[in-house]
């Protein structure tokens, strides 16, 4: 075969592959056509609804997330601990945790702030006509509220009893405490370890290569997951609840791509429309799966592969992120703030939405990057400031879809602290950051 020939079979190849973004977003609208389709058009039966709604589309879509899953745990810890070995200086690795941490708290407290300053613009809770608004059951959220932690515990909760039982738990806080431990002593100890430094390296390649296999089944995922969604809920559920859920929205928005972006451009001098473009995919997936904790790895993969931010950084921040920075949710819990208390005429005050804006910042640490677990805190926020946990069920039955908007919000957040801190730590290739074909490989899987 001639070079010509190898080059038009090549070229045959490429025009038979799709972009993973655009197969998701194809996934996505197909998912909710057939929802929709589902939900209106087809009569309720055994086959509708066991076969296909509680069945295939089930099984389909939670099949996907416990992938993504089963693949946090031993990848956070490896990752962490790589991060940790490979910074080495412990003066270093203190300096990008003090950052880091101090980004998080920040920006949570900003993300609520925003959120309350829109739900009193907008006036999410009045005149909204209570009669038309499904009410949820919130019982699940009584067994959880009377489970909950008080901020002490969360804190000695960070430090394992027993690590072995932290992992099999997947109580993250306490993971990626031991992991960190694990590689400062790595660092310290240097080549009296350097076998077991390097089965933990080959180890984080085995998962990042596992990651990158489950990523081919992400559209199926998408699509089932979407599907299943509109085919129960359909769109007489938003109508009565249209301004809390513009509030939410706009508040992301703003939070997205208006304070995150300033502070990459601030603090990270880099371009916001750069990172933008190449980290759309990861937003796109953590909105089709609803979890943080499932978006870890592609989160760092494309930090790493096609910003140039260095490995050692994001494989400690992104992983801390996703446990402890949950801006998105923190911005549904203040418009859900002002939209109850609307709603049932409960006055708040400078002092109550000071307490509203430490309380989310604070329930924001140690939650479990799961779909819905802003419910749960939401509850504590509430009880800080005297609002009825009606509210709470007058909000379940839509969250789905608003939970899968502000999992990518939370997502971008530990996406622009990483690039921030990497690049004020001289951590970042702006060649490769710049380069709008980097890591493009990564979006192409075959159709």
């Known amino acids: ?17 799709l972009g993973l973004t655009t197969t998701i977003l194809i996934a996505l609208g197909l998912g909710i056509v057939c929802g929709v389709i589902f939900h209106y058009f087809i009569p309720q ?63 949570t407290a900003l993300a609520i702030s925003v959120a309350l300053c829109v739900g009193n613009l907008i006036n999410s809770g009045l005149g909204v006509d209570m009669s038309s608004i499904v009410v949820s059951d919130t019982s699940s959220l009584d067994t959880a509220q009377n489970s909950s932690s008080s901020v002490t515990d969360t804190l000695l909760a960070i430090i394992p009893k027993n690590p072995v039982q932290a992992l099999a738990n997947g109580d993250m806080l306490a993971v990626i405490f031991f992991a960190l431990f694990v590689g400062i ?23 990042m290569k596992m990651t990158s296999l489950v990523m081919c089944v992400a559209p199926i995922g998408v699509f089932c997951l979407l599907s299943r969604t509109f085919a129960n809920v359909g769109f007489e559920a938003f109508l009565p609840m249209v301004k809390y859920m513009v509030g939410v929205l706009l508040a992301l928005t703003l939070q997205c791509f208006v304070v ?18 190449k980290f759309f995919p990861v937003m796109l997936f953590a909105f089709s799966t609803a979890t943080s904790n499932a978006t870890i790895p592609l989160n760092m993969e494309t930090l790493e592969r096609k910003m140039g931010v260095d490995g050692k950084i994001s494989s400690f921040t992104i992983p801390l992120g996703a ?3 949950m801006d998105g949710t923190a911005i549904m819990q203040g418009v859900a703030v002002v939209f109850t208390a609307q709603l049932f005429g409960v006055n708040l005050g400078p002092i109550e939405y000071a307490t509203v804006i430490a309380t989310a910042t604070l329930a924001s640490i140690g939650t479990a990057g799961v779909p819905s677990v ?9 009880n800080s400031v005297g609002l009825p946990l009606e509210g709470i069920a007058l909000i379940m039955g839509i969250d789905r879809i608003l939970d899968m908007t502000r999992t990518a919000v939370n997502i971008t957040g ?27 490989e990564m979006d192409v899987i075959s159709a």
């Open 1 to 17: 075969m001639t070079n010509l020939e190898n080059e038009e079979v090549k070229t045959k190849k490429e025009r038979k592959k």
């Open 45 to 107: 039966s055994s086959i509708r609804d066991d076969i296909f709604i509680n069945g295939i589309f089930y099984v389909g879509g939670q099949g996907f997330i416990r992938l993504m899953q089963m693949l946090v745990v031993p990848l956070v810890f490896c990752s962490i601990v790589c991060g940790a070995a490979s910074i080495g200086d412990t003066k270093t690795l203190g300096t990008v945790g003090v950052k880091t941490l101090c980004f998080y708290l920040v920006t």
């Open 185 to 207: 002593i790595i660092s310290l100890l240097g080549r009296k370890v350097e076998t077991v430094h390097r089965f933990i390296e080959q180890f984080n390649d085995i998962m």
């Open 260 to 277: 995150y972006m300033i502070m990459l451009w601030l603090l990270g001098r880099v371009s916001p429309v750069m990172f933008i473009k």
């Open 323 to 325: 446990t402890i920075n």
């Open 374 to 382: 802003g419910l749960i805190t939401l509850s504590m926020v509430f």
């Open 414 to 440: 530990d996406a622009v602290c990483t690039t921030v801190v990497a690049k004020q730590s001289g951590r970042v290739n702006l060649d490769v950051y710049n380069d709008p074909d980097a890591g493009k």
